[in-house]
């Protein structure tokens, strides 16, 4: 077994939010198969733009004024849930989103892929559209 306690995780700066990558390609505790990573989103890192990306699960961990809108594309996010510690997000392939909070909100997530490529925007951003 591999552990690793959060803190231990070095902290990635990238538009919209701090990424720990736990598990996974050049994370904390390496997997071929899987990605896991801890990511906070609060006003220090700015807004995050609505994005899509691979397959994805996300678990909040915990959050005040927080919420995630959904939709048919980035200009277009017809949905909208308010967040609570505990709540789970499946979001398919490709299915537009983005996290945000009100004024002095945050989000802080578990975010789980079942691949170690090709995950995160700024890795494919080439097939957004």
Known sequence: MDFKHRDEI?????PG????NAVGKDSAIASAKMTVSYCRYCA??????????AEESVVVLDCARAYVKWGSGPDSLEHQQWL???DIMHFPELEWHVFGYDEGGFLDALCIYGQVTNIRPEEI?????
Not at 17 to 20: E, L, T
């Open 125 to 129: 951003s080439g097939i957004q559209e």
């Open 17 to 20: 939010r701090v990424v720990q």
């Open 10 to 14: 070095f902290r990635t700066s990238l």
């Open 44 to 53: 220090d890192s700015g807004p995050m733009a609505p994005h899509n990306h």
């Open 84 to 86: 609570c510690p505990g």
